[in-house]
């Protein structure tokens, strides 16, 4: 059983349209981590967010972090050719020694 | 450049013949860690440490073992490989740090191992 549930598990749309990725957990984690992950290389951190309610820009992608900590979303504006890759969210809780665990990952295509 | 460095990043082999996938960083982290990424599955963790001559097992240690005797390097050791270990692997390291996870993990570029 996966911890964190990731949908949906592949997009694909048009350039310039909007889109939200979601990620869930029966699970509360002190943080939260998104990476976004393009073919043939390792993940790159985006964002980490550890507040409940906490909702953080970067550019384009806004994330929120839910208000219980179980949960959060990723959501892009206007989405460029660019921003196609594997996002994959990722939780850590304090008593696990603060141990990534990632979701199996959202497959984003936008296309031109 | 602050990097993860993995070698080699494709590798084919023989079911039985013992191999070792080798990770560097030269960013002075505490933490490393291994994965491995199969399709469905998303990254498991295999085995981590927290520092030199601390490693602990995760997720799918099994078939697998580690050492962290400098605190730049942690290689990754199949000392029989069998074909369900062919996966991506990655190793990934962090700084150290007390009360919620506030750092990123730095990845390596990943080594695809086939195990025929």
């Known amino acids: 059983t996966q911890l964190l549930e990731q949908s949906p598990q592949f997009l694909s749309i048009q350039e310039g349209e909007n889109l939200t990725v979601y990620c869930n957990s029966s699970?509360?984690?002190?943080?939260l981590q998104w990476y976004r992950q393009e073919p043939g290389e390792g993940p790159v951190l985006l964002v980490t967010?550890?507040?409940?309610?906490e909702v953080k820009k970067l550019k384009r992608l806004t994330f929120q972090f839910g208000d219980a900590r179980k949960d959060s979303s990723l959501h892009i504006t206007a989405a460029q050719p660019g921003d196609t890759g594997l996002y994959l969210c990722a939780g850590a809780k304090e008593t696990s020694g603060s141990r990534l665990t990632f979701g199996e990952g959202t497959q984003l295509t936008v296309n031109p | 450049e602050a990097q993860v460095t993995q070698n080699p990043r494709y590798l084919i082999t023989v079911t039985g013949k013992k191999l070792t996938v080798t990770c560097s960083q030269n960013m002075n982290h505490e933490y490393m860690s291994w994965y491995r990424q199969d399709p469905g599955l998303g990254l498991r963790q295999i085995y981590y440490s927290m520092n030199v001559e601390v490693t602990d097992k995760g997720d799918v240690p099994e078939g697998y073992k580690v050492s962290r005797k400098e605190k730049r390097n942690f290689p990754l050791i199949l000392e029989s490989p069998s074909p369900n270990q062919t996966s991506l692997y990655f190793c990934a390291s962090r700084q150290a740090t007390t009360g919620p996870l506030n750092y990123g993990y730095t990845f390596g570029s990943g080594t695809r191992l086939t195990v025929v």
């Open positions: 699970s509360v984690f002190s943080s």
């Open positions: 967010v550890v507040t409940g309610g």
